[in-house]
């Protein structure tokens, strides 16, 4: 997708998985690129069968940096998700979560605060497709965030329903100020074919564009 002497942009397809994991044949984004560019670093992860813009850098010099911009909240990633029922109004869901089994999380009380803004882009009786920006980065935030206010993300087998080929949520946009020359870039992944079409089947209609910020290299 994009690539330069220092970072590795990469469109995740939904069938890769990042690291390996107890399945011995499925396919490994790491261990792909890993193939023809050493050394590689891994910066983020995405869940399990989420698709879109993930990066990687080519540098132990500038990994410092890379976190830097992490925790001061820099790296900003926009999401886009197709959730259950009608989802038709702006929102800010400030819920703490925790951890309340092996591999799933919950709201509650006394757990880590967590704060996803969720916009409707288009609205059916059968699902929304919505953009969804996070300002904290917890594990499973927006799959639980969407399933506590009622409309878990299709697809979503640990918090919805396993009625999609995958939980339907897409990593559209990664923000940054590049480590070597401190410029801002944004990388954008459009969304795959098994998205739209799923969204199209619950009579959502994907906009031709305005998915895509302007700035996307």
Known sequence: M?????????????????QRSHDLVEPVLVEVLAETRTPLYLMQRLDRGTSGVMFFSKRADINAKLTRQFETKRIRKRYVALCEGELAETQTID?????????????RENGKRAITDVAPIAVSANGSLVA????????HQIRVHLAAIGHP?????????????????????????????????????????????????????????????????
């Open 153 to 217: 993300l299709v697809g979503d087998w640990l918090y919805g329903q396993r009625n999609a080929a995958r939980p339907m949520l897409h990593s559209a946009s990664l923000t940054m100020v590049h480590p070597l020359t401190n410029q801002p870039i944004t990388v954008c992944a459009p969304l795959p074919y098994d998205f739209i079409e799923e969204a199209q089947r619950r009579g959502v209609t994907v906009p031709e564009d305005g998915l895509t910020p302007d700035e996307c290299s």
């Open 2 to 18: 994009f690539e330069d002497e220092a970072l590795v942009f990469i469109d995740k397809p939904p069938h890769v998985v990042v």
């Open 95 to 107: 819920a703490a979560l925790a951890r309340i089994g092996p591999i799933s999380f919950g709201v």
């Open 132 to 139: 969804v920006g996070l300002r904290t980065g917890r594990t």
